[in-house]
């Protein structure tokens, strides 16, 4: 009954509790706590959510997760690579931190959830094997760069354009170095030589709590925000307030043609499920929504430049006695007797005739105080289609993540793991999630590692880690306000710094050049196709299973002669073995399946054409490992084929399934009982028994002296 018991909640096992065990996973989960409370918050804004986000997803589904799951170390919660996907997945959607990106993402947790529990439920953690691992090495080379380069404008202290093409986007960064905010890089780049100092020098202190208490104390004391706001009424010089103009009048034609956009592709789909793809209604409507891409790119670009155009303005502002905004100028051309402050800004973030005064570096700002509401998430029907996909995608990359350094861990621990029960721990960890506010999660590499080297012993440690979250989400979140954002692009750098692997690369390519090959294509679509990641690692799932057919269509076939040990061996390798003219003797490295029984049937008739005093085949089926109704069906021809023209064959080392198959369809009485043996020697003693006296003098045989 316990055991019984231990299945549904498997958090029991923890107990019963000792004193000892308490402590240790107490300062275990503290100390990943340290960790996971800037990490997550970095995270969140990845994946276009506010930072306050990711501490909500860092608290139910991290304790949720280690109470369901199988692994006493993994360490769940907002990881880099799902946090950039689930921002890609929606980012078409919806404007990223708007009201309708948020519960989009709550909506994906939940899909997330739910095919992660399935797949749990029904014992089908097998399905993640379709993500071979050269195609998540190159997928995960290909994020983690695009991670660290997605947070290049936030160190500069410049805006990113957000657009179908990831790779326009950045050389849209890299066109405003010049407009680079020095401060803000100073600080970014600060904390990153900070965090590598310490994770060098002294390892066993949380270095990335201690930047962020750090930078958050010399923002504090520096004012390192400095900013403010202005309306369109205060700006009078008629130059100013037409560049103000323009940028708003350009900001809203896109989002009018993202509407568009949004509104055609709904009516696209709608008329491919009424009719079907190759409608004239779908032909028109698909070709209307490509022309409204290209007016929206064009618009983007025209909106790109006219926000451009504002930023190279500097502006300074008129104040009252209270500090507060009067009037707006350009730098130089206040009028004289006027009390101005003393600060230079850039007018950032226009929403409708009010806009942002930047004039320091950018801070996290105010996180609501208290728990995330519990409630169920909003389900948009007319999305479903789209995020399922993505969804799809989060699933297995994420569980493919979590339980690769589950396996890891358990290595060294010793700890026997269960993929299926993971797959419920974090599917349930992403349901809580989903209800608590929060988008998806998976097991962190970093954060787990710390766990380990805490020696934490159970999973109590994440449920210590989600009260420590708790009591900051309570109580410490006012801390948090001067924490600047180029802080949290340097986290976010530094933890994806250490995703980029060539030497896996380098490895999968000298193990199979198909190998490397997915690797390869699955980094270079996942660039070509970002911010749509989940087409990359699409791109390079069905490059890899394509190119495992192709191998496993003409598996190595070798002809056989006799060595002087007796044995047979390939007679490519070794060209001066004895082979027999009575006897033609191959070994099939294949499965005996649809994709492959041509090229056994072409095999076997072109060496018989180059032996034609051959009476026997033997086959040598020790690596057949399956055969299926089109390989049962080939064979069946195959053999009364042979025996029209005088030519018997004959099988050694057929595996039990094989031999199943060919009984369940009587492939064994067209063969014949006679002519399959459990091993080649029996099988070629059997055949010169029937031989007689015409192979006498054969070299081939067994039961004969060898020449050496």
């Known amino acids: 009954m316990n055991s019984q018991l231990c299945r549904f909640l498997p958090f029991l096992r923890w107990l019963p509790l000792r004193g000892d065990d308490v402590k240790i996973n107490f300062l275990a989960g503290l100390t990943v706590a340290l960790v996971l409370i800037p990490q997550s918050m970095a995270y969140a804004q990845l994946a276009g959510l506010p930072a306050y986000y990711g501490l909500y997803a860092a608290f139910l589904p991290v304790a949720v997760a280690a109470m369901w799951g199988s692994s006493n170390q993994l360490a769940t919660g907002p990881v880099a690579v799902v946090s950039l996907l689930t921002a890609s997945s929606i980012a078409t959607l919806a404007a990223p931190g708007s009201d309708d990106f948020i519960a989009l993402a709550i909506m994906l947790t939940l899909l997330v959830g739910l095919i992660q529990l399935g797949l749990g439920l029904f014992k089908l953690g097998v399905v993640v094997n379709f993500l071979s691992h050269p195609v998540i090495v190159g997928f995960t080379n290909a994020a983690a760069i695009i991670i660290g380069l997605s947070q290049v404008s936030k160190l500069l202290g410049v805006s990113m354009p957000r657009s179908e093409s990831f790779i326009r986007d950045i050389a849209g960064v890299f066109q405003q170095v010049g407009d680079t905010h020095w401060p803000t890089f100073a600080m970014g780049v600060g904390a990153m030589l900070l965090m590598w100092a310490m994770k060098k020098y002294t390892p066993k202190l949380p270095g990335v709590l201690v930047a962020v208490v750090l930078t958050t104390l010399i923002s504090w004391a520096m004012g390192f925000e400095r900013n403010s706001s202005g309306t369109l009424e205060q700006v009078s010089d008629g130059e100013l307030r037409a560049q103000i103009e323009r940028v708003v009048q350009a900001n809203a034609e896109v989002n009018r043609l993202n509407a568009d956009v949004a509104a055609r592709n709904e009516a696209l789909t709608a008329a491919m499920k009424a009719e079907s793809e190759e409608s004239i209604a779908s032909v028109n409507r698909e070709a209307e929504l490509s022309l409204a891409r290209l007016a929206l790119r064009h618009a983007e670009e025209i909106s790109a430049k006219e ?60 996180i609501p105080e208290g728990l995330p509401q519990i409630s169920l998430p909003t389900l948009d029907m007319g999305k479903l289609g789209t995020l399922l996909s993505a969804a799809l995608v989060i699933s297995l990359v994420g569980f493919m993540e979590a339980i690769s350094i ?61 009260l420590i979250v708790l009591i900051t989400l309570l109580f410490l979140t006012p801390l948090l306000y001067h924490l600047p954002q180029a802080v949290l692009a340097a986290i976010i750098i530094m933890a994806v710094g250490g995703l980029v692997n060539v030497e896996g690369v380098k490895h999968a390519w000298k193990a199979h050049k198909h190998d ?62 004895p082979t027999s003219e009575h006897i033609m003797a191959m070994r099939y490295d294949g499965s005996l399946y649809f994709a492959n029984v041509s090229y056994f049937e072409d095999t076997v008739l072109e060496a018989l054409a180059s032996r034609p005093t051959a009476k026997y085949v033997l086959i040598v089926g020790d690596g057949i490992n399956q055969m299926d109704a089109s390989g049962e069906e080939v064979v069946h021809h195959l053999v009364e084929r042979l025996r029209e023209i005088g030519v018997t064959l004959v099988f050694s080392g057929l595996k039990k399934q094989v031999l199943d198959c060919m009984r369940q369809t009587h492939l064994i009485e067209a063969v014949g009982q006679q002519n399959i043996f459990a091993t080649e020697d029996q099988a070629i003693a059997s055949i010169y028994e029937r031989l007689g006296e015409a192979a006498r003098d054969d070299l081939f045989c067994a039961v004969k002296p060898v020449a050496a």
């Open 406 to 466: 589950a396996k890891a861990m358990a290595a060294k621990t010793k700890q026997r793991l269960d993929p299926n029960q993971e797959l419920i721990g974090q599917g349930l960890g992403n349901l809580a999630g989903s209800v608590s506010m929060a988008y998806p999660t998976s097991g962190s590499f970093s954060r787990s590692a710390v766990n380990m080297n805490m020696n934490a012993t159970s999973g109590l440690s994440s449920v210590f880690t989600a």
């Open 516 to 577: 490397g090959a997915a690797a390869v294509v699955t980094f270079f679509a996942t660039m070509f196709f970002a911010p749509h990641l989940d087409n990359g690692i699409l791109v390079g799932a069905g490059l890899a299973i394509v190119l495992f057919l192709l191998r496993s269509m003409k598996p190595r076939v070798a002809l056989l002669g006799r060595y002087s040990d007796g044995t047979l061996r390939d007679i490519k390798v070794n060209p001066d073995l």
């Open 307 to 366: 926000r451009r155009n504002l930023r190279l303005i500097p502006v300074v502002r008129q104040i009252d006695e209270a500090g507060e905004t009067v009037a707006v100028f350009p730098a130089g051309r206040a009028p004289a007797g006027v009390q101005l402050d003393s600060t230079e800004y850039r007018i950032r973030k226009l929403d409708g005739t009010t806009f942002n005064l930047i004039g320091g570096g950018e801070v996290v700002g105010t």
